[in-house]
């Protein structure tokens, strides 16, 4: 991974929220399937999307530096 690209950065920012997006949505389906209250499913999708997004920019932010 080149860093200093600025083009490349978009696409992994992009990347990431996906995969964010993602998680937050399994997150939400599994809290669903068990029979959480929606406030419940709502603020396990928030955090899950939080904490994934969070992780991977702190992860591309390593690696490309």
């Known amino acids: 991974m ?13 990347i990431i929220l996906l995969a964010s997006l993602g998680g937050a949505a399994v997150t939400g389906a599994l809290f669903h399937v068990v029979g959480a209250a929606p406030p419940a ?12 997004a969070s992780l991977g920019l702190a992860a591309h932010r390593f690696m490309t530096e």
Not at 2 to 14: D, F, I
């Open 41 to 52: 499913v709502m603020g396990a999708s928030g955090a899950a999307f939080m904490g994934v």
């Open 2 to 14: 080149n860093g200093n690209n600025p083009s490349q950065r978009g696409v992994w920012l992009a």
